[in-house]
């Protein structure tokens, strides 16, 4: 395999490297208790899912 003839400066291996970062999960606010939950998941505080019980709350303590 062919070895590059000249060093690539750190500008450009890191316009390279733009894209490489992890983003931020964002949370939803529950529309049961207001928690902050990740997005299509039960809520770990009070096990609710689209408005209905999913996980009983004695199971979450």
Do not use: I, W
Not at 10 to 37: I, V, Y
Not at 42 to 48: A, D, E, K, S, Y
């Amino acid at each position: 395999m062919p070895n590059p003839v000249k060093r690539h400066s750190k500008t450009r291996r890191n316009k390279r490297r733009t894209h490489d970062f992890l983003t931020p999960t964002l949370g939803s606010a529950c529309p049961q208790c207001g928690e902050t939950k990740l997005p299509h998941r039960v809520c770990p505080n009070c096990g609710t899912y689209k408005g209905r019980e999913v996980v009983p709350a004695e199971k979450l303590s």
